[in-house]
């Protein structure tokens, strides 16, 4: 059975400083693509970042990178210089038969 | 924009009732994948269609269904509604490879009343 498991319900960090979010999953499938999305208060879910398990490189889309260690099955999301602007919250999916998802942490950005 | 369009954006009904929630994926995207979020919660599978069949069932109730037409938009029906259904109900799309990212519509907010 497939498990996401995010362990921080809520992050605060500083304006310009970088964080990470924790995301562990478990899965019997030798396939798999892990994804973080960010839901903003208005609700629609926005796409970040997309790590496939045969990828050796971890993700980079812009600010944002996932720390994928795959022995130890996690697939973290690091942003950087963060923004007042990322304050939301943010799921951790995976995909193999399902595409499910964490339960999410929410982040909030300090001035 | 996403692609994907969900509709309706609203919907309020009496405990009981029937509704049903529509969702157009993306040109080209074969596979359909629907979730309810709940107050404060996390997005939990219901279902998955891909090319008209379902492919995969999470933890959806007997009074819910769903099914995904020829021209792939996919209908969730959701029938003798209680007030814990009240729920964003989120489809999303996807070419139907694992290495591809799921776009989402903008949900169905509904209120069970």
């Known amino acids: 059975a497939q498990k996401i498991t995010q362990t921080q319900p809520g992050m605060f960090v500083q304006e310009k400083e970088a964080v990470t979010l924790d995301c562990t999953y478990d899965?019997?499938?030798?396939?798999?693509?892990l994804f973080w999305y960010k839901q903003p208060s208005s609700g629609e879910m926005i796409f970040l970042i997309y790590?496939?398990?045969?990828?050796?490189q971890n993700a980079t889309e812009g600010r944002y990178s996932l720390n994928f260690q795959k022995a130890r099955k996690s697939a973290n999301l690091v942003i950087s210089a963060s923004q007042l602007g990322d304050s939301a919250m943010y799921f951790c999916?995976?995909?193999?038969?399902?595409?499910?998802f964490g339960q999410g942490t929410e982040l909030s950005v300090k001035p | 924009d996403s692609g994907v369009t969900q509709t309706p954006k609203h919907l309020i009904t009496a405990t009981g009732q029937r509704v049903t929630l529509r969702c157009s994926p993306r040109?080209?995207?074969?596979?359909v994948y629907w979730y309810q979020q709940s107050l404060d919660q996390g997005l939990q599978f219901l279902i998955h269609?891909?090319?008209?069949?379902?492919?995969a069932k999470g933890n959806i109730l007997e009074r819910f269904s769903a099914q995904q037409f020829p021209d792939l938009h996919s209908e969730l029906n959701l029938s003798s509604l209680e007030l814990g259904d009240s729920a964003l109900y989120f489809c999303?799309?996807?070419?139907?490879?694992?290495?591809?990212?799921?776009?989402f519509g903008q949900g169905t907010r509904l209120t069970v009343v």
């Open positions: 790590q496939g398990s045969y990828d050796e």
């Open positions: 269609y891909y090319n008209g069949e379902e492919r």
């Open positions: 999916a995976m995909r193999g038969g399902k595409l499910i």
């Open positions: 040109s080209g995207d074969l596979s």
């Open positions: 899965t019997s499938d030798q396939s798999y693509g």
């Open positions: 999303a799309s996807t070419l139907g490879h694992q290495n591809t990212e799921a776009f």
